[in-house]
């Protein structure tokens, strides 16, 4: 896909308006016609304050190939602010989407990131859920610097079309920004933090009801009360969101931005 005009603008971050049919058509895509790896990367609240804070990392979210509305709060906002009707794409289900078609169309991927018995769980796990897979390797998230020219000849070598980062964010997106340029078959790079740890088993995704009702966030947070630093952010988006509708139901005229650029 190319960056469309249609990409809204949240707050501080940006979210294209993908439902998961779209994101995996736009995927599809950027392995049969790219001829560069494209990033993907996740939109949810606590990225809106955390990324901007370092300009390099938020240029690279702006100039990012796709982003998924990943969370309700990403889905409401844009509700409210554009009035997009978005439906939301978690990253862990685009994955998952991602590995089926990977294992429909013959593309091959890698999985870098994660500990590593995990990303050996993980491994195993995905090429038996489907069986025409190609993982043609994987490395664990915890490879020192100076290994690092090894590894990127490592997956050029097994020319993986799909590399899924599994690095948490931001450590995965710096490290597309920092390596993607000598990636030399990888199309397509989606960085999906936990996700490898959620199909290992280590941590449990939200049962399906809480997924329902969009209390996933509330699900994680009883489920790893550490979180509740990380998602001190959702209250603090839901307000920043209202007050910028409010001002533009106020002040029409001035772009959302303003009101956060301005001294
Ligand atoms: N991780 C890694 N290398 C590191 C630090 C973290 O591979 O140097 C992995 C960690 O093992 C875990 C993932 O990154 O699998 C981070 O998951 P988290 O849920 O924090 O990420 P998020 O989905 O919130 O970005």
């Known amino acids: ?61 702006k100039n990012a190939d796709l982003l998924i509305p990943d969370g309700i709060g990403v889905v409401l906002a844009a509700r ?13 289900e685009l994955m998952g989407e991602i590995c089926r078609l990977s294992a429909a169309k013959g593309y091959r991927v890698f999985l870098y990131g994660a500990q590593e018995e995990v990303s050996a769980k993980a491994a195993e796990l995905l090429g038996r859920r489907h069986p025409a897979l190609q993982i043609v390797g994987r490395a664990n998230g915890f490879v020192p610097e100076h290994e690092m020219p090894a590894l990127v000849a490592r997956i050029n070598a097994s020319g993986a079309q799909v590399l899924f980062l599994a690095l948490g964010s931001p450590r995965q997106e710096r490290w597309f920004a920092q390596h993607a340029g000598e990636l030399t078959s990888v199309r ?43 998602q001190r952010a959702l209250p603090l988006f839901a307000g920043k969101v209202i007050i910028a509708k409010l001002k533009r139901l106020v002040l029409p005229h001035r772009s959302a931005d303003q009101f956060f650029t301005s001294p």
């Open 188 to 230: 397509v790079c989606q960085g999906i933090g936990g996700t490898l740890d959620t199909i290992a088993g280590t941590v449990r995704r939200a049962p399906r009801f809480w997924c329902r009702l969009n209390l996933e966030w509330l699900y994680r947070l009883l489920a790893q009360p550490s979180r509740i630093r990380r």
């Open 80 to 92: 409210l602010l554009h009035r997009a009707r978005l439906s939301r794409v978690p990253g862990v």
């Open 1 to 61: 896909m190319h960056r469309t005009e249609r990409r809204l603008e949240i707050l501080k971050l940006w979210v294209d308006p993908v439902d998961m049919a779209g994101a995996l058509m736009t995927v599809e895509r950027f392995v049969d016609h790219g001829e560069r790896p494209h990033s993907v990367f996740a939109v949810n609240p606590e990225k809106n304050f955390s990324v901007p804070r370092d300009p390099d990392l938020h240029e690279q979210f």
